[in-house]
């Protein structure tokens, strides 16, 4: 079961203060029930990113104020501007990323039946997800762990399937 980002929360309008907030325009359904998130993808080149969110203000009307793990200042942020922000559903609800020692072990699929390799641990970098993925050749691959990547899940088999991009083995 992959998860999915297709509900849009609105676009980053401008930063918000110096620390490194941006003020989103809420769509119409969301004006009076902000949903608890603890993360939420930006749409960056036609592409969903995750991005953990540190901060979350909301003072009424169409306007929510929003901080970013790993993004305090301006110049980080500055970026996103125009970027739409989509609520995570499917997989960051069942929690998996609040304990990512749960995802250790996994054993890792690419085109459903090759197995790439054993997840051996999760970092986060700037924001994103990345898989330590240690190979069958004992190799460490980082996969980026995100929608566009995740094909399939079984929690109970503890199997990730992957589509990833032709070559991105062998650049790690």
């Not at 110096?18 to 009076?32: H, R």
Request: glycine share 8%; net charge negative.
């Amino acid at each position: 079961m992959a998860y999915k980002c297709d509900i849009l929360l609105g676009r980053i309008t401008r930063i918000s203060g110096f620390e490194g907030a941006v003020a989103i325009k809420l769509e119409k359904i969301f004006t009076e029930n902000i949903p608890e998130m603890e993360s939420v993808f930006l749409e960056i080149e036609g592409k969903p990113v995750p991005f953990f969110i540190s901060r979350l203000e909301y003072s009424g009307a169409d306007i929510l104020k929003l901080s970013f793990q790993g993004y305090d200042s301006i110049e980080k942020i500055s970026e996103f501007i125009g970027c739409r922000i989509y609520l995570t559903s499917g997989f960051y609800n069942e929690k998996l990323t609040e304990d990512n020692e749960n995802l250790i072990g996994y054993r890792v699929y690419v085109q459903e039946d090759k197995l790439l390799g054993s997840i051996s641990e999760v970092l986060e970098n700037n924001g994103q997800w990345l898989l330590n993925v240690k190979s069958v050749n004992k190799k460490d691959i980082l996969i980026p762990f995100h929608e566009h990547f995740v094909v399939g899940f079984d929690k109970g088999k503890k199997v990730i399937v992957m589509n990833i991009p032709e070559g991105l083995t062998e650049i790690n």
